[in-house]
Each structure stands twice: as structure tokens, then as C-alpha cells.
């Protein structure tokens, strides 16, 4: 979405801070995080639909078992996990609390492989990722990441796998 208008706003210094430590905990910048704020609550009270605008890939939410391949070192570590929502673009994974999975909000975030089973052929599909934001939800460690350049034959079967396509302006699963 072009964002081409500027807003000014005062706050307390304790929002400020307290914007500052949500933004570093998400990895993203307080202008981003409120960004996203503000088109959540836009969204969630019906007052537009900003997020079509927002993301180039539409997105389809599941409940799908999946594992991450972290490398460590040089070896490779697998990481139970359930894909929230995935699109073309990446992926919202979530992993239980207290998991070992080595995403930490301090440092660069890790490549990881992801592994999802095509439900119809039973086939194996790895799809390199980069990590661009997690949160702790308090129950949970939520990671969004975007599928790599190198991922190309896998997306072609992730999609026809999962993903919605839209046909004249509908859905269709």
C-alpha cells in the first residue's frame, strides 16, 4: 500500500517506551507497529478492509502441522510448528512455549527450511525462508517469514496444494 500521508501525534513518554519496547520484541520499527495497529483496529471494526491493500499475495488461513530445519552450526535441527495463515509471499507460523526454536528478539533472525505435507499426494515440500518479525503472545512464539527467491518450483505445488486462487474476482480453496 503507498503511504503518501504523514501524521503527527504527541504521546506520553511511557506509550512511547512502552511502543518502543512492542516494536523490538516484533522486530519491526515503532512506525511499522503502529501502522499495523491502526489497520488491525480499521479492519477488526469493519471500517474498511485495509489488508487486501496491504499484501501482494491474498492470504489463506489453515491449521497445518509443519516442522522448521534450522541449520546450527552445521548441523540441522527440526522444530515442531502449525502454519496460522500462508500465501505465495510467506508464511505465519506459531510454536508452542517454551519451544528450543532459536529465534531470540535480539540478534539478526534465522533462514529456516520449511516442511509441509501436500494432505493429497503425501508429498514433501521444503521451502527456504527468511524470518521477518516473531512475537510472544504469551502462549505462544508467532513467526512471520517470506519464502526465498530460490523457492520457485515448491511455491508452484504449494499452491496448487493450498493456496486460494481467485478466478473473475472470487475465491475458490
Do not use: W
Not at 46 to 51: E, F, I, K, S
Not at 70 to 88: I, M, T, W, Y
Not at 111 to 130: G, M, V, W
Amino acid at each position: 500500500m503507498k503511504k503518501d500521508a504523514v501524521y503527527s501525534m504527541r504521546l506520553s513518554s511511557r506509550v512511547r517506551e512502552a511502543l518502543k519496547t512492542a516494536a523490538q520484541k516484533e522486530r519491526r520499527t515503532v512506525a511499522s507497529l503502529l501502522d499495523k495497529i491502526i489497520i488491525d483496529y480499521l479492519s477488526q471494526e469493519g471500517h474498511v478492509n485495509l489488508d487486501a491493500e496491504r499484501r501482494k499475495f491474498s492470504r489463506t488461513r489453515i491449521t497445518l502441522p509443519a516442522s522448521s530445519i534450522v541449520r546450527e552450526g552445521v548441523q540441522k535441527k527440526a522444530f515442531p510448528s502449525v502454519v496460522l495463515d500462508l500465501s505465495l509471499g510467506g508464511v505465519l507460523l506459531t510454536y508452542p512455549k517454551g519451544s528450543d526454536i532459536p529465534f531470540s528478539s535480539i540478534g539478526k533472525l534465522p533462514r529456516f527450511e520449511l516442511c509441509l505435507e501436500d494432505p493429497h499426494s503425501h508429498e514433501q515440500l521444503n521451502i527456504d525462508c527468511d524470518t521477518r518479525h516473531m512475537r510472544d503472545t504469551g502462549n505462544e512464539i508467532q513467526v512471520g517469514a517470506s519464502f526465498s527467491n530460490s523457492a520457485g518450483h515448491e511455491l508452484q505445488k504449494l499452491a496448487a496444494c493450498f493456496i486460494k486462487k481467485v478466478n473473475g474476482g472470487k475465491e475458490t480453496a
